[in-house]
């Protein structure tokens, strides 16, 4: 409870908010008890000598140097009123947050302990913390404090909130604890608090709160006294012994407290006196005196403390009498006045004592308890109350009233009985404090557990913040309107709407008790939606429809929330039934709507939804309903809300919403009013029926006629079906001057004129009839025109229903009596019952109370008090009553509603009843009458029945004068002379006249049926295995129950007791109930009078003996006398195949179910378990659970009724969870789970595919988390002595494994962190990504494809942090000895090691000058020194090696290429492929590509075994030119020019420095000279070869000026300067290139503009592209360089700038085909197909028509290539349906369906095609493709098949020709 009424003395300020919290100040404080009135002075009005002050001032004597306190006269609790700071006292730790302690004080209070308030060493250590930023160390107040913790505490400051209430500021400083102290008076022995001021190596120095006294505590003490061995932490509390105190008290040392010591009091000789004494010190007292509302004691020898009522031992309390010694322990000190409060409870005289903070009953807080008894009465304190389980509770005495009543302690005393509402518990008085206030009783809300989501709740506007509105329902709970929900709509200003004060109504959004969050809103849609509300993921089934609100809008569509963070997503394509390309433009956060739920999965905690379908479906969403309430059908409802007009009702199981309106309760209008007054909301109301239904809702009524005309097909379903002359059952729906409308079931309504309402003359049409009046109508005119009939209401012309009146009379009474049994379950309940026992025709034992002359009397009795019971004067007639005179009378009417019993004491009623006899007929006098019922009384019979007032349904309303009046004389005639449905009263029928009294004769009074008790004989007709079927000596059948054969103690399990009995024997049996001749149920009646037309028997001889005392016993009552885990007989009646479950019996009336887990132990019984039992053997069960409704109990039939943890049991796969493992059922309504590892002993790859859902398993029992039972199903726990040796043994816990140990287990997923290895169910491992394999990875995705959920490795442990529990594995080869985890054939390079490197470099200086002349002399980009780069060891383990780039030159030899060729391959296809490598930091996660030199292998020249490696890199490939430059290479991995010819000269400076002058001989010199004059040839031939590339600037310029408008090659000339990365001179060639080219040359300045908007977005800026852009435009055509810039951009992974450029040429170009297509193609590139399908339709609207069709093809097409292929093939479908001669279009469609498709639907494709109505030409065509598609793909079958059908086709052709 955050902030309670005014009155709530527990005090405390607003819980400090983390920044994740809603910070709101605390407007009221927790003040349990402080009290409204003006504070008392301190004269009290008592009696005697108690009226003194109440404490005397302290007087002092100087008496052996002690300052002594005077003893207070009347002792009471510590009030609220009465604390002042610096009272120390005892308290205990209640809740411990992030920034306070909520502390329970003694009496009832609670204070509040800040974070800065521990002590002065805690506070500097968090300041120093929070300035250097760095929180690891800090130790929160969870580490310090703990619940249940008791410690000595001080009041620092008394806070006064804005209500006016107090909150308790409390301290543990020790310097304010113990500030009475000083060095001098410490003494060895004393028991003192602290504080923990620093850590040091031997001990700890603890602040006691006095300067210049060091205190030391030992380590060993600290750890002692903690029972741990870690370090105490600073700021800790400490209780501790002075054990040694030095240098006049400067230097003390500290040890633990051993439990002798604390148990020890405290003595006078320690030194403490009245100043220092501390609260928790143990005492020995002597009680001084005896009061009534506690003790008065002396304790050290001359101190006065007081013990109130709340602290002196329950059991104990007779045991105080003066004198008596007593421990005690000091709870609090005031010290102004000396007044010392002590505790006699036991349970602070513990060592090391911890309180229960919550009472061990539970949280009973906010519960309203009844019939509680007061035990006494302390006028100064309170009361003790017993609740009704005898826990005792104390009321404060400000809640012994109402806050504003004057006090009357006596009258509460004297009420024998109390209702109290649990305010709260205190854990310092052990005891929950208790209200009898009415207000605080009869609050709606008093906690926030009593709210839930989706609540309609009232409050009050509390203050307006920022981010939204703060509401108060209660006084002490609050909720927050956030600001997107004050309204529906977002206001600007919420102030002009909202006023502080102001009431408002809110809908419950979200509620977290524990928190103390209340989230609320106002917007009117949601507050006044009447859709169903999404509580839960399982509310909400596929196919709901409910109001939420948008809470997120994203690309993808919008996700809304419903209650209880109830979220779904609504996809792009669910938003509109029109197409929605941005959501943010037409949706806003917070919008509320309707949306429907199109898949849900409530595992999984996800749910799609659609807008679309919520708006287009009222139909479907008002045809759900019609799904299960079919017109006809009877329902059950569930009451959400009574309406003035009727009930709001849930029908189940959908809880779809209806109305059953308050004149469909009954047939009778009477039972309407009583029906509607006694239904609750909540309750369930059987037997309605669907009348009729529409879009928007569904019509149900209660009327048991109309029910009987659906269900009997009395109707008519339309206007067609209605016929001059159909009689039909309706009701009155509305009254005009001219008529009544009448409405019958499907809608239909028709008129009943005034002339043909009634037999008699109708005057006033409102008289004669009422709204909501059942009637039977006859039609006699159709108007088929305008649809319109009339009907006949005159009782002549319709025919009723046999037995009309006396069905709806049984009816009527079954009613009421459903009335008064809803009533007996009310408030008043045990009247209620009393009044529901009582029956017409009972006679009472009464006394007279009043007589009145000419009104009648009333009577009293001491069973009924509260009720009136009255008689009229017609019934005290002739009998002289006087007030007290004992009577007896006879009951005619029990008004329940109003508690009045209606009697009469006329003697002809008094007397014996006669008998009556069978269609006898009598005068019957009219005793009460009560609106549609009648009291008539027999004859002289002294019979009593009921009657309606009314003889036909149809009878108009009657006049005063017409109506039926008690005394009146009817004629009647028996018609059953004892009905059951009337309560034993004779059923008769009757007619408004008198004849002549008939008398009965003698021989009809004879009774058909049997008796209960009766004893019978019969001949047994069958023998079931149930049950057994006899017939009587008078015809009838009785049914002998199976457990009705055999005396219990004779029926052996296994037995079949039916099969003991012979057909055809004489058998006698006893009546012991009757079965009901039309549902056979059971009728347990045992009234000796009562008759069965289908008795029901037993055989059992104990029984039959008359001697023995037949008691009938309803199930209800077997029931309730079974307990759980009983063990039981009973015989099995039958075996639901469908559900599984076995139905058995115990006795006629009592049945039961046992579940298949419940029903066998070994798995193989699971198909046939009816073969474990036969039908009417018995077996043994234990009873698991009894249901009252029906009455039946759940057994199990294995011998267990629970389970046990290490048992074994047997379970049924509900699911499976590659994450989680096996879901299994268990036995008794249990939930499990198994774990892949504890699937078996010796693990296997894909564990989880040997299981498949409703697979039965033993399982054995390991425990329980979570309410779920963790399952193993290894063999060597389900049968240990059977099984082998483990190969992968069980891992319980990390001690179990060891570093460099080998193990299995299975992958649980891959991250950039690592690979992650379940070991067990509870240890997972991981390998980091260097440790995972050989290979060179740069990216964990790698790992991921080739590592799946649950792989199963083997891995060797590298290293374990026990501390942590952390497992680091390596999955290498050289540790695990197995294959590496990634396939060679990847051709991923191998991560070089230290060692590796070394002997690699060492390789590279000693290469000889010989190598290096077989190399080409020079090299276009220079040699880059070797490097290599390594990650830090904690990152992904991707190592990045830097290798030197050998240009290769190209042999002259080589054949030549074209322009044209090597325009049209890549720019890296002129040169030896490099390698490219990725290197990833860190920090900027850029990956960065370098070029890498293929290692040799041997000494032959490099250009003999190059290894050509292709490698797509993840850089866009850019305009292809026939160079040696790539778009591809990122600047990092180019130099400029000046840098290559350092580089060469420097590497040049190194070898010739490593290599020593050599003189050569004169045959190589003669080599050399060939060698030069060969390669001058060769550059001649160069120079004269225009296909090869040009070297330098030279070069190009020279092509140049014999070809200026060759595109190719200032393009070739831009790459040239690229590669030396001079971007500059190449923009200038590009500039050079546009002037140059003749104007003329479109496509070749188109080439040029293509390059230059490459190079400006690879290394350009936007505005340098968006420039180049713009003056292309200017140049070229619009159209192409749009698309070009749009095809660079989505190369360059530009999505979002190629999707804003691609709008708008689709915008500007929209009669283009092409743009069209070419957008369309970029969306499905991106995987955006619903987007496509969005542009196809714009693209149809905005292109021609007859481009249509070319437009659906290509875009089927382009959703075969990139999309999905299902969808293109619907969308060539839809086309060729429309087109079907376009063989162009089916000729794409098969090459498509061939590539993509099945050869099924390929071959239906072709079976399509061949049967187009065409011409034979292309007829032929299509049966050549077949053809040759079926010798590719098909067997000689189907290639026969194929000429087959040709040959039909040129048969069938050549008839038509013929014809």
């Not at 349970?347 to 309203?368: K, N, S």
């Not at 009078?1089 to 001889?1101: A, C």
């Not at 039908?1175 to 009724?1201: D, N």
Request: net charge positive.
């Amino acid at each position: 409870m955050a902030s309670v009424e005014e009155d709530f003395p527990r005090g405390g300020t607003a819980k400090k908010a983390t920044d994740s919290k809603i910070v709101v100040q605390r407007t009221e404080v927790d003040n349990l008890f402080q009290s409204n009135e003006q504070a008392e002075t301190k004269k009290r009005k008592g009696a005697g000598k108690d009226a003194d002050k109440k404490l005397k001032k302290p007087k002092t004597d100087k008496r052996d140097g002690l300052t002594l306190n005077a003893a207070a006269k009347c002792v009471e609790i510590l009030h609220l009123k009465n604390l002042k700071e610096g009272i120390l006292m005892l308290g205990c730790v209640k809740e411990v947050t992030d920034f306070e302690v909520t502390v329970s004080l003694p009496c009832g209070l609670q204070g509040y302990l800040r974070i800065m308030n521990i002590c002065d060493s805690y506070t500097k250590l968090l300041s120093e913390q929070l300035d250097s930023a760095d929180t690891e160390e800090i130790c929160s107040l969870e580490h310090l404090f703990f619940p249940g913790m008791v410690f000595r505490c001080v009041i620092a400051k008394l806070d006064t909130a804005k209500g006016g209430s107090i909150s308790i500021q409390l301290s543990t400083n020790p310097k304010l604890i113990n500030k009475a102290l000083t060095s001098s008076s410490l003494q060895a022995g004393m028991v003192l608090s602290g504080c923990v001021e620093s850590v040091e190596d031997h001990g700890y120095i603890v602040d006691i709160g006095l300067s210049g006294t060091k205190a030391f505590l030992p380590k060993k003490a600290g750890e002692d006294q903690h029972n741990n061995t870690e370090e105490l932490k600073v700021g800790q509390y400490l209780t501790s012994q002075l054990e040694e105190v030095k240098n006049d008290g400067r230097l003390v040392r500290l040890s633990v407290i051993p439990p002798t010591v604390v148990q020890a009091c405290a003595k006078s000789e320690q030194g403490w006196n009245l100043t220092n004494l501390q609260p928790g010190l143990l005492v020995k007292a002597t009680i001084k005196k005896v009061t009534k509302h506690g003790l008065l004691l002396d304790f050290l020898s001359s101190f006065s403390g007081q013990v109130d009522i709340l602290h002196m031992e329950p059991e104990q309390t007779s045991n105080y009498t003066e004198g008596t010694e007593v421990r005690a322990c000091v709870l609090y000190v005031e010290p102004s006045t000396r007044l010392v409060g002590l505790s006699l409870r036991s349970y602070l005289f513990q060592p090391g004592a911890r309180l229960d903070h919550i009472p061990a009953g539970g949280d009973r807080i906010g519960e309203v308890v009844k019939d509680c008894k007061m035990i006494s009465m302390h006028h100064m304190s309170g009361a003790i109350v017993e609740l009704p389980d005898t826990t005792r509770a104390f009321v404060h005495r400000n809640h012994l009233k109402e806050s504003n009543a004057p006090a009357n302690e006596n009258r509460v005393l004297a009420q024998s009985e109390h209702t109290i509402r649990i305010l709260d518990f205190s854990a310092m008085d052990q005891i929950h404090f208790v209200s009898l206030r009415k207000s605080i009783i009869e609050k709606r809300f008093y906690r926030y557990h009593d709210l839930q989501a989706g609540q309609v709740v009232e409050g009050t506007v509390s203050v307006l913040l920022s981010h939204g509105m703060i509401v108060h329902l209660s006084d002490h709970i609050k909720g927050l309107v956030p600001q997107t929900h004050l309204s529906d709509i977002i206001l600007k200003n919420p102030e002009k709407k909202y006023v502080e004060g102001m009431k408002i109504k809110c809908r419950v959004l979200s509620v977290e008790p524990e928190k103390k969050k209340l989230y609320l809103s106002r917007k009117k849609a949601l507050v006044d939606s009447t859709l169903p509300l999404f509580l839960s993921f399982s509310d909400a089934r596929p196919g709901r429809v409910s109001h939420g609100y948008i809470v997120s809008i994203k690309d993808f569509g919008c996700i809304v929330r419903f209650y209880n963070n109830v979220r779904g997503l609504v996809p792009l394509h669910q938003l509109s039934s029109e197409p929605v390309v941005s959501p943010e433009e037409v949706f806003y956060v917070g919008q509320v709507l309707k949306a429907k739920v199109l898949h849900c999965d409530p595992d999984k905690s996800k749910m799609i939804l659609s807008f679309k379908a919520a708006m287009e479906g009222d139909t479907e969403e008002a045809a759900l309903p019609a799904l299960d309430c079919e017109v006809g059908k009877r329902l059950e409802a569930k009451v959400l809300k009574k309406l003035e007009t009727g009930l709001e009702v849930a029908i189940l199981p959908d809880e779809i919403r209806a109305v059953l309106p308050t004149i469909h309760l009954s047939d009778h209008l009477s039972n309407c009013t009583l029906l509607w007054e006694s239904i609750q909301e909540g309750d369930n109301i059987l037997n309605i029926i669907c009348y009729g239904k529409n879009k928007q809702n569904i019509s149900i009524t209660k009327k048991p006629t109309v029910r009987w005309s659906l269900e009997e097909g009395v109707v008519a379903k339309d206007f067609s079906e209605v016929t001059v002359g159909m009689q039909l059952i309706g009701w009155i729906k509305n009254i005009m001057s001219y008529g009544v409308f009448v409405e019958f079931p499907y809608g239909l309504v028709g008129l009943a004129p005034k002339s043909a309402m009634a037999d008699r003359f109708i005057i006033d049409t409102t008289t004669a009839f009422k709204l909501g009046q059942t009637v039977i109508a006859k039609v006699t005119n159709l108007d088929v025109e305008k649809q319109r009939f009339l009907v006949t209401l005159k009782i002549s012309e319709v025919i009723s229903p046999e037995c009309d009146a006396q069905t709806r009379l049984i009816n009527g009474l079954q009613e009421r009596k459903v009335v008064t049994e809803m009533l007996a379950m009310r408030e008043n309940r045990d009247l209620c019952q009393q009044l529901a026992a009582l029956t017409v025709g009972q006679k009472l034992k009464l006394t007279v109370d009043t007589v009145t002359d000419g009104c009648g009397a009333t009577f009293k009795s001491d069973d009924l008090a509260g009720v009136t019971i009255m008689a009229t004067r017609h019934h005290v007639m002739g009998v002289n009553l006087t007030s007290g005179q004992k009577v007896t009378v006879v009951i005619l009417y029990v008004d329940l509603l109003s508690t009045c019993i209606h009697v009469s004491i006329l003697p002809k009623l008094m007397v014996k009843k006669k008998s009556l006899a069978e269609g006898s007929k009598y005068t019957a006098i009219v005793q009460h009458i009560s609106e549609d019922f009648a009291v008539l009384s027999l004859g002289d019979t002294a019979q009593l029945t009921v009657i309606q007032t009314s003889s036909h349904m149809n009878e108009p309303f009657r006049s005063e004068l017409e109506k039926l009046k008690a005394g009146m004389i009817l004629a009647v005639e028996v018609i059953e002379p004892s009905c059951q449905q009337l309560q034993e009263l004779p059923l008769v029928s009757w007619k408004r006249c008198a004849p002549k009294q008939h008398t009965p004769f003698e021989n009809e009074t004879s009774v058909k049926g049997h008796h209960f008790g009766e004893i019978v004989q019969g001949i047994v007709r069958t023998v079931k295995p149930a049950s057994i079927q006899v017939t009587l000596k008078d015809g009838s059948t009785g049914s002998v129950h199976v457990s009705e054969v055999l005396e219990p103690a004779d029926v052996r399990i296994g037995a079949f007791p039916t099969s003991t009995v012979l057909v055809g024997s004489s058998v006698t049996a006893r009546v012991i109930g009757g079965r009901d001749a039309s549902s056979h149920r059971f009728l347990p009646f045992s009234h000796p009078r009562f008759t069965y037309t289908v008795p029901e028997l037993t055989l059992i001889p104990s029984k039959v003996d008359l001697s023995y005392d037949l008691k009938a016993v309803a199930g209800k009552d077997k029931l309730n006398n079974y307990t759980v885990g009983e063990e039981i007989t009973c015989f099995v009646s039958k075996f639901n195949p469908k559900r599984k479950i076995l139905e058995v019996t115990t006795g006629p009336c009592v049945n039961g179910t046992v579940d298949l887990l419940a029903m066998i132990t070994d798995p193989k019984d699971a198909k046939h378990p009816e073969k474990l039992y036969k039908l009417g053997q018995a077996v043994k069960a234990k009873v698991l659970e009894m249901k009252s409704k029906p009455h039946r109990f759940i057994l199990s039939l294995t011998g267990v009724h629970t389970l046990v943890k290490g048992s074994v049991a047997l379970g049924m796969v509900t699911n499976i969870h590659p994450q989680i493992g096996l879901l299994v059922n268990l036995p008794f309504g249990n939930v499990g789970t198994v774990a892949v590892t504890d699937l078996i002993d010796a693990y296997k790859p894909n564990p989880l595919a040997a299981y498949s859902k409703d697979q039965l398993l033993r399982c054995f029992l390991l425990g329980v988390e979570n309410r779920k039972w963790q399952l193993s199903l290894r063999p060597s726990r389900l049968s240990p002595e059977q099984a082998k040796p483990s190969k992968d043994p069980e891992v319980l816990s990390i001690d179990n494994l060891q570093e460099g140990q080998l193990i299995r287990g299975y992958i649980q997923s891959v991250s950039e962190h690592g690979v992650f290895i379940k070991l067990s169910r509870s240890i997972t491992g991981r390998a980091q990504l260097q440790h995972s394999t050989k290979y060179f990875v740069n990216s964990h995705t790698v790992l991921a494809e080739h590592l799946t959920l649950n792989t199963l490795l083997t891995t060797k442990i590298h290293t374990i942090d026990r501390e942590m529990e952390l497992v680091h594995l390596s999955l290498l080869p050289a540790d695990t000895g197995k294959a590496d985890v990634l396939p060679e054939s990847l051709g991923l390079p191998l991560r070089l090691t230290g060692e590796a490197k070394k002997k690699y470099d060492l390789k590279k200086k000693k290469r000889t000058a010989s190598e290096s002349e077989q190399k080409p002399a020079e090299s276009q980009v220079p040699n880059k020194k070797k490097k290599k780069a390594k990650t830090d060891d904690n990152d992904s383990g991707v190592e990045v090696n830097f290798r030197e780039d050998k240009k290769k030159k190209y042999d002259l030899k080589k054949k030549k290429r074209t322009a044209s060729e090597s325009e049209q391959k890549p720019a890296d296809s002129q040169v030896p492929k490099k390698k490219k490598k990725k290197a990833k930091t860190d920090d900027s996660k850029v990956g960065v590509y370098f070029r890498e030199e293929e290692d040799k292998k041997d000494e032959k020249p490099k250009t003999d075994s190059v290894k050509k490696v292709t490698r797509r890199s993840r850089s866009p490939s850019r305009l292809q030119v026939a160079a040696g430059f790539s778009w591809d290479v990122h600047l990092s991995s180019l130099k400029p020019a000046s840098a290559a010819q350092e580089g060469d000269s420097s590497d040049g400076e190194d070898q010739d420095g490593s290599s020593k002058p050599q003189r050569k001989s004169r045959h190589e010199l003669q080599q050399e000279k060939k060698a030069a004059e060969k390669a001058l040839v060769q550059r001649e031939t160069e120079l004269m070869d225009p296909s090869l590339r040009p070297q330098d600037a030279a070069a190009f310029e020279r092509l140049l000026l014999a070809s200026p408008n060759s595109s190719l090659l200032w393009l070739q000339y831009m790459a040239n300067h690229l590669q030396a990365t001079q971007i500059e001179q190449a923009r200038a060639v590009a500039e050079r290139a546009l002037k140059t080219i003749s104007f003329r040359e479109e496509q070749e300045k188109l080439n040029v503009w293509v390059a230059l908007l490459n190079l400006e977005n690879m290394y350009g800026t936007e505005e340098s592209l968006k420039k180049v852009f713009e003056r292309a435009l200017q140049f070229c055509e619009p159209m192409p360089v749009y698309q070009q810039l749009a095809d660079i951009y989505a190369k360059s992974d530009k999505t979002k700038e190629a999707d804003d450029l691609y709008k708008t040429m689709v915008k500007r170009f929209r009669q283009n085909k092409a743009v069209w297509l070419s957008y369309g193609t970029f969306l499905l590139q991106q995987g955006q197909s619903d987007s496509a399908s969005v542009l196809l339709q714009r693209a149809l609207t905005s292109l021609p028509s007859k481009e249509s069709v070319d437009v659906i093809a290509k875009f089927a097409q382009l959703e075969f290539r990139y999309g999905d292929s299902e969808k293109g093939r619907t969308m060539f479908d839809k086309v060729l349906t429309s087109y079907p001669k376009r063989t162009d279009l089916w000729s794409v469609f098969i090459d498509l369906m061939v590539k993509r498709g099945a050869q099924k639907e390929v071959r239906e494709l072709f079976d399509r095609v061949i049967h187009l109505s065409v011409s034979v030409k292309k007829i032929k065509f299509f049966f050549k493709r077949y053809l040759e598609y079926e010798k590719k793909h098909g067997t000689p079958q189907s290639i026969q098949s194929v000429k087959e059908k040709a040959m039909e086709f040129v048969e069938a052709k050549g008839t038509e020709a013929a014809n």
